[in-house]
């Protein structure tokens, strides 16, 4: 994945997507692997504003940055919200909001979702009239 990121521009995902590593450190700390996490998501919004040629600020919010993808049409209102929840989610926890490694796996499980239209995304290319 993140060759594929690279030939396009883009910036490499920590992970190079592979999310199961924040399972992994889940295991142990619940409230790092969702700090991984939300680090993981702001790589790939970034990445789809960059892809839709999207114009962002480099201290823009991951809030405010899913508010543009959507009003743009890169992402669907269904994407922004759960955008939006695992954000919501991950900052509670690198805030001090103690997660349970279950509620850090099932915050885990919608990510994937995401990341699998991000891999679609990748795979399709951007269109070339955003």
Known sequence: ??????NL??????????????????EQDPNLALA????E????????AKGFKISIGDRDSSGLV??????KGAITARQADLIQSVL????????GIKASIAQAHDIIDIAEILRNDYISW????????H
């Open 122 to 129: 990748l795979s399709w290319g951007f269109p070339e009239n």
């Open 66 to 71: 899913t508010r543009k993808l959507q009003e």
């Open 9 to 26: 521009g883009l910036s490499p995902s920590p992970t190079g997507l592979e999310l199961s590593h924040y399972r992994v450190i889940a």
């Open 88 to 95: 919501k989610l991950c900052n509670a926890a690198i805030h």
């Open 36 to 39: 991984g996490l939300r680090m």
């Open 41 to 48: 998501l702001e790589t790939m919004l970034r990445n789809l």
């Open 1 to 6: 994945a993140n060759t594929r990121m690279l």
